[in-house]
């Protein structure tokens, strides 16, 4: 990303609704996933919010940009290593469970060689947890302004994994409840080219309301209910 948008993701991703959703519904899903716990590697770790919010041993994480990676490690007192996803310095099942957060999705990464690499660095029965944009025809200015060159369905994503050997594949549509107004956002509010970033300071009241709506989401969502339809996805996979 451009350095302008990591900053607004420093600033803003300890506070913001959508951070604090996305960290919420990873969160969950690592804790589901690994009861035993073990090491677990945040890849694509941008300025460490995730790891701040996880706030234990065992974590290590990766960001490709160098100042970022610096700025994750004094942000969350985690070991952090400056790298490629696509080639992940550490030695084969290094890792209990990998998380990735909005990375797959990206122009520098390449979907193949992060899902390969991504399994053979865990160990046998390590779990890989992704969130992901979901819908292609949502592509908006704000994609563009964070390299977001893929968006995915429920299908697409499932497919992909499979084809790289994961098994027990779950994904999950997310922030559905305000998913019109992500659309009037994205789509005529701010639908032009040089629209400003989707990441910033939100009014209180209004930061308020939103997170309330995600919470009331991953409630029903803990209760089984699974929204055909979603603005993310938050997925699980295992390596046999």
């Known amino acids: ?22 960290h919420g519904h ?9 009861p035993g716990g073990g090491a677990l590697l945040d890849a694509g770790c941008g300025t460490g919010g995730f790891l701040a919010r996880l706030g234990r041993a065992g974590c290590v994480g990766l960001e490709y940009n160098p100042a970022a990676a610096r700025r994750a490690a004094e942000k969350s007192a985690a070991a952090v290593v400056a790298g490629s ?4 310095p550490f030695g084969d099942a290094s890792f209990a469970a990998i998380t990735s957060l909005d990375v797959l999705c990206h122009a520098g990464a390449e ?4 899902l390969a690499e991504s399994l053979r660095v865990l160990r046998p029965g390590g779990v890989l947890v992704l969130n992901l944009p979901a819908l292609p025809w949502l592509s908006s200015a704000h994609d563009a302004r ?14 992909e994994l499979r084809a790289a050997g994961f098994v027990d594949i779950r994904a999950r549509y997310w922030n559905a409840l305000l998913l019109p107004l992500m659309i009037l956002q994205r789509k005529v509010l701010q639908a032009g080219a040089g629209a400003p970033s989707d990441v910033g300071a939100f009014p209180a009241w209004l930061d ?8 009331l989401e991953a409630g029903l969502m803990r209760l089984g209910l699974q929204f055909p339809v979603g603005g993310s996805l938050i997925v699980t996979a295992t390596r046999p």
Request: aromatic fraction near 12%.
């Open 1 to 22: 990303m451009e350095a302008d948008e990591y900053a607004l993701m420093d600033a803003a991703e300890q506070a913001m609704w959508w951070y604090r959703a996305m």
């Open 208 to 215: 308020t309301l939103l997170f309330a709506a995600t919470r």
């Open 26 to 34: 990873a969160a969950a899903a690592v804790a589901d996933a690994r």
């Open 111 to 114: 979907p193949a060689a992060l």
């Open 146 to 159: 964070v390299f977001t060159v893929r968006r995915y369905s429920r299908a697409s994503i499932t497919a």
């Open 85 to 88: 996803v696509n080639e992940l």
